[in-house]
């Protein structure tokens, strides 16, 4: 079974704190055991110390045989004293002469230690100025035991050393206790963190929820889903970016399906009028007389077919990185007058004037001469389209910064300001170029964009209504042709 991110991250988080508590569990009773015993090792020590003191007071050497000697009277009071120094710490105090053999012990008759030796090796190990161990003191004792030793100076020797004695079960009790609070402790922090993780870990995986379920409904084809952003964190970025990305998309489907009825509608005219003026010449409808009449209408529509398609080619192919340009320099004034060349029939059918060109020069350009040719094109198209009766088209040429600018111009009607920002989109056409522009497609000034980004360059729309429209293209500046010499002339 799939487990979600939810669960892995809740599971992680609670495991990780499972395992810190452990070992923070592990390293307390550690440190608490050690502190335990040297805490009992101190005490003991403390209190043989004293008990040393009062023994040394009690000693009576025997001169004649030489060996440690204590009264009877004084083994009595030593033996009160060891049991009230052992019963604060309950601990057996006990005291041995040089071979191991038990002098006196505060737990009198009941003394296990009367019928063993101390260990020579233990003893050896209290010489160095103080013993330490758990265990059972050579095998004296059952159980596991706290075991602290000291020699008895008397004089410039050590007739004796004195030891005490505790269990060691009171480290288990101890411990025991310890680790019960620790358990109640952790247990509590476990529950708290673990509800705490539950809610923090539901509100950061709850934006990816939304996201995943807004991009299920993407692939349904339902784009308006948004994910909410409430924070300001690499979470709240990547829901802002996927909102951004979910706009993009949704952009980009209302642009295909713009382009899709454009194209459409823009097929679907030309083709009613050739299929009907067809249908009509073969079924005898339209007389003989007028056929070539209805078949001009039909050629005019193939033809703009014929100019949508090739400008959806154009368009594809740039879009599509495949149209590569080769600039060189070569004066823009050359593809402006080969093109009004091409309109003169209609520039003089509508009576109008052309300025700008008379001292225009060289103006270089460096640009792929076949691309900007089309640039050119469209934009003298427009200005021929929608200048006024008896208006002018006019040229403009600016050189600055490394950049070559041409200005077009075209009194007439103008566009108003809510079409302006609207007029380099695909299949666009405002309401009155519908009614004038019979032949275009709204194809033109898309194409001619994308064609001046491509190559660095920016088009720029200025328009007044009711007075005049113009485009400004601005391209990489190009270089003068070297002038040629002079031939000399033959002698003679």
Same mark, same amino acid.
């Given at each position: ?13 609670? %495991?990780?704190?499972?395992?810190? !508590? ?15 015993? @040297? ?66 012990? %505060? ?35 059952? =159980? =596991? ?26 480290? @288990? ?13 952790? $247990?509590?922090?476990?529950?708290? /963190? ?41 979470? $709240? ?13 949704? *952009?980009?489907? *209302? ?18 009028? !050739? ?5 009509? #010449? ?9 056929? @070539? ?15 949508? +398609?090739?400008?959806?080619? &154009? !368009? ?8 590569? #340009?080769?600039?060189?320099?070569? &004066? ?19 009576? +109008? ?7 225009? $020069? ?13 640039? +050119?094109? &469209?934009?003298?198209? &427009? ?10 088209? %006019? ?5 600055? $910064? ?7 111009? @075209? ?51 200025? /328009? ?29």
């Amino acid at each position: 079974m799939q487990k979600s991110l939810f669960t892995k991250y809740y599971s992680i988080c609670v %495991s990780i704190i499972l395992v810190s !508590i452990t070992v923070l569990g592990v390293v307390l009773l550690l440190f608490a055991a050690s502190y335990f015993r @040297n805490d009992r090792y101190t005490a003991m020590a403390r209190n043989l110390q004293i008990a040393s003191e009062l023994t040394v007071s009690s000693i009576r050497e025997d001169l004649m045989a030489g060996e440690l000697y204590i009264e009877p009277l004084d083994s009595e009071y030593l033996q009160i004293y060891y049991e009230i120094l052992g019963n604060g710490l309950e601990a057996d105090f006990f005291l041995v002469n040089r071979e191991g053999e038990l002098l006196i012990c %505060s737990e009198g008759k009941n003394c296990v230690h009367q019928n063993y030796l101390i260990p020579t090796e233990i003893l050896d190990g209290a010489l160095g100025g103080i013993y330490q161990e758990t265990g059972s003191l050579g095998g004296i004792y059952a =159980s =596991s035991m706290f075991t602290v030793g000291i020699p008895l100076h008397y004089g410039s020797g050590i007739p004796g050393f004195i030891f005490a004695s505790s269990s060691a079960e009171m480290l @288990n009790s101890f411990l025991l206790e310890i680790f019960r609070m620790f358990l109640i402790s952790a $247990g509590i922090v476990l529950f708290l /963190s673990a509800v705490i993780i539950y809610f923090a870990t539901r509100s950061m995986v709850k934006p990816l929820r939304q996201m995943a379920e807004a991009a299920e409904s993407f692939g349904k084809g339902d784009l308006s889903r948004r994910v909410p952003v409430t924070e300001d964190d690499e979470i $709240g970025r990547l829901a802002l970016s996927f909102n951004n990305m979910a706009a993009g998309l949704s *952009n980009l489907e *209302n642009a295909r399906r713009s382009f899709v009825a454009n194209v459409s509608h823009e097929l679907k005219t030309p083709m009613q009028t !050739i299929g009907g003026f067809v249908d009509g #010449i073969l079924d005898g409808t339209i007389p003989p007389e007028k056929q @070539n009449q209805y078949l001009r209408i039909v050629s005019d529509e193939v033809k703009r077919l014929s100019r949508l +398609v090739w400008s959806m080619l &154009n !368009i594809s192919r740039i879009e599509a990185g495949e149209t590569k #340009i080769t600039p060189v320099d070569f &004066n823009i004034v050359e593809p402006i007058l080969q093109t009004l060349f091409n309109f003169e029939h209609l520039i003089d059918q509508k009576h +109008v004037e052309v300025e700008g060109l008379e001292d225009a $020069g060289k103006v270089m350009v460096r640009a792929d001469p076949d691309l900007i040719h089309q640039v +050119v094109y &469209n934009l003298i198209d &427009n200005a021929v389209k929608f200048v006024d009766e008896g208006g002018r088209i %006019s040229f403009r040429f600016e050189v600055q $910064g490394g950049k070559t600018a041409f200005t077009i111009r @075209n009194s007439g009607e103008g566009i108003s300001k809510e079409e302006i920002q609207r007029v380099f989109e695909k299949f666009y056409k405002t309401d009155r170029s519908r009614g004038l522009d019979k032949r275009g497609v709204g194809l033109g000034l898309y194409i001619v964009r994308t064609i001046v980004n491509l190559h660095g360059g920016e088009i720029v729309v200025r /328009s007044m209504d009711g007075e005049y429209c113009e485009f400004t293209v601005s391209l990489p500046s190009g270089k003068l042709p070297p002038a040629k010499k002079p031939e000399s002339l033959p002698e003679g």
